[in-house]
């Protein structure tokens, strides 16, 4: 069973450069998101999307794009990388209806912006 | 205002005690969920349990319970017979609203609790 699977785990951008986080899961899950964790602050929301289609922002979304085309991909996109975008990543995903909404989540993916 | 409230930066225990990690949270919507991850040094996010807003008893899992007090919108983790294994950084999360809605899968986090635990 993959779950949540996040790629790439690692990666060192300089300042202006551009990227993709990959994120999938295959437990046909409603609801995918992404978060960003800072030391000392937590998860933070950075956007969120409760279906195919549909994307919202969330609490810190300056700096990145996002889509869902499908069920299953919640790519997470910096258009031009700044150091305070460094960051651990976090994709997750959840059930919408009929559960509690426990957030499942990918292993991370550690950028540093240079 | 801070919606989720985890006051204690770090924790120490003794192996075989117990212990428990704070949590306080405010909302105004009636129906909600409390969550507490773990996180290992290794990095991944593991679920621990779940209370909801309109469950009548604590819940628990093995060796953690939640000490949820409503009134006093608190939802403390206890962990019973401390571990080496159970050294790591602990996260309150909140979910508002019910299933279905648009905030349903949202997550809104503390700023975690580091617990070390002594042999």
């Known amino acids: 069973n993959a779950g949540v699977t996040q790629t790439p785990k690692f990666q060192v951008l300089k300042t202006g450069q551009s990227m993709t986080l990959q994120c999938a899961q295959d437990m046909n899950h409603e609801y995918m998101s992404w978060y960003r964790q800072d030391p000392g602050m937590g998860l933070r929301l950075i956007h969120y999307?409760?279906?195919?289609?549909?994307?919202d922002q969330g609490e810190v979304p300056n700096g990145y794009n996002v889509s869902r085309s499908t069920t299953e991909d919640f790519p997470l996109r910096l258009l031009s990388a700044a150091p305070s975008q460094t960051s651990v990543y976090f994709c997750a995903s959840s059930y919408g209806t009929l559960n509690t909404g426990e957030l499942f989540f990918g292993e991370g993916s550690r950028l540093t912006v240079l | 205002a801070q919606k989720i409230t985890q006051t204690q930066p770090g924790m120490f225990v003794q192996e075989k005690e117990a212990v428990t990690l704070d949590c306080t949270y405010d909302t105004s919507d009636p129906s909600y969920g409390l969550f507490w991850y773990k996180q290992p040094s290794s990095g991944e996010m593991i679920f621990l349990i779940y209370q909801g807003s309109y469950d009548q008893q604590n819940a628990t899992e093995g060796r953690y319970s939640l000490n949820f007090q409503k009134a006093r919108k608190s939802a403390n983790l206890v962990i019973s017979a401390s571990q080496l294994g159970d050294s790591a950084m602990y996260f309150c999360?909140?979910?508002?609203?019910?299933?279905?809605?648009?905030?349903?899968?949202?997550?809104?986090f503390g700023q975690g609790t580091i617990l070390t635990v002594h042999p």
């Open positions: 999360a909140m979910r508002e609203g019910n299933a279905g809605g648009t905030s349903y899968g949202k997550l809104t």
């Open positions: 999307s409760v279906g195919a289609g549909i994307t």
